[in-house]
């Protein structure tokens, strides 16, 4: 049974660093990326980062880069994503997601993964 369970949301300070995991389980990985998204109530779900698992190239929203680091652990199965000086536009429920490394993938594309966690609730406080 595939899973992902992202942990690390909460309380967190502007300014400070966001921290989240997320362990893998079930399959393997080697041709699949894995990624972050967000989702604020009212708003389509949004690509924060990804990663391959075999290669560990990485990709970014535009926005997000020089503030947010995604890493993966292939001892641990886990997927990492930091985010320096939060600021409150960076509270949303954050989703781990797989996605297999197939013609068609696109990397900030939901639709392009399909396997996620259950997501875990960041707030950000001014």
């Known amino acids: 049974q595939v899973q992902l369970v992202e942990s690390g949301g909460g309380l967190v300070q502007a300014g400070g660093s966001l921290n989240l995991s997320c362990t893998a389980s079930?399959?393997?990985?080697?041709?699949?990326?894995l990624g972050w998204f967000r989702q604020v109530p009212r708003k389509d779900r949004e690509f924060v980062a990804a990663?391959?698992?075999?290669?560990?190239?990485?990709d970014y929203k535009r926005s997000m880069r020089g503030r947010a680091t995604i890493t993966r652990d292939t001892d641990k199965n886990t997927v990492y994503l930091q985010i320096v000086s939060p600021n409150p536009e960076d509270t949303a429920v954050y989703y781990c997601?797989?996605?297999?490394?197939?013609?068609?993938?696109?990397?900030?594309?939901?639709?392009?993964?399909?396997?996620w966690g259950q997501g875990t609730q960041v707030t950000v406080s001014a």
């Open positions: 997601a797989a996605g297999a490394l197939i013609q068609g993938y696109r990397t900030s594309n939901p639709s392009s993964y399909s396997y």
């Open positions: 079930g399959r393997t990985w080697d041709t699949y990326a």
């Open positions: 990663i391959t698992w075999g290669g560990g190239s990485t």
